[in-house]
């Protein structure tokens, strides 16, 4: 959706945008009503539609900075941290970060999959932005085949999805589903296990030591 052109125009997105922050959080995804959202942001329902053509695009919306935030605390933007190869250090404190910012807004998340599971359309555009996810792992896997540090052959996109599946599911079920918001040590736990496991794996090790 193309931002507002005007300041005005500007500050009713920007309002809209929390106000349905708010409601989808609240409510889920199936319950939450672009009525309730309007009537947060105090505008009219005509004003929403100049803005957003439906729920669903006002959702990714929504999702635009809390995954900004997520691809920013994993470090692994088009240019990886990961810079020096297969560091167990440094793998366990990228997980972690992941799951950290997953829990600032793990309700948006929730609703992210609630979406996708009920909505194929809004399937289709999720699973597009998931797609730059598992896109930056695959570069970073590739680099990693190009210096030696991984096996020449390997299906780096493959193993980016499963990679990349194991933190989505633990973040969904460890995170975004539990009633209360999770302790810091089990986030801890959490990046460590994945850390080890990721380590494991593209090592081709079968013990840390």
Not at 36 to 46: E, F, T
Not at 56 to 75: N, W, Y
Not at 142 to 156: H, I, K, M, R
Not at 162 to 173: K, N, R
Request: charged share 25%; glycine share 8%; aromatic share 8%.
């Amino acid at each position: 959706m193309p931002a507002a052109k005007t300041r005005r125009g500007a500050e009713t997105r920007r309002r809209l945008v929390e106000a349905a922050a708010t409601v989808f959080s609240e409510y889920g995804y199936s319950a939450a009503r672009i009525a309730d959202m309007v009537r947060m942001a105090g505008i009219s329902h005509g004003n929403f539609y100049r803005h957003f053509p439906g729920k669903d695009e006002v959702l990714l919306a929504v999702l635009e900075e809390p995954l900004a935030d997520l691809r920013r605390a994993s470090g692994r933007d088009p240019q990886p941290v990961h810079r020096s190869g297969l560091d167990l250090a440094e793998l366990i404190r990228a997980n972690t970060s992941y799951f950290a910012a997953y829990a600032r807004q793990r309700h948006l998340f929730r609703v992210m999959r609630e979406a996708a599971a009920v909505n194929p359309d809004f399937a289709r555009l999720w699973l597009s932005v998931r797609q730059g996810f598992v896109g930056r792992t695959a570069h970073w896997l590739a680099a990693l085949v190009e210096a030696g540090q991984l096996e020449a052959g390997v299906d780096v996109d493959l193993l980016a999805e499963t990679l990349g599946s194991m933190m989505e599911h633990l973040a969904y079920v460890q995170i975004g589903l539990p009633a209360e918001l999770p302790r810091p040590e089990t986030i801890d736990a959490l990046g460590r296990v994945t850390g080890e496991s990721w380590y494991l794996i593209l090592t081709g090790r079968s013990r840390l030591r």
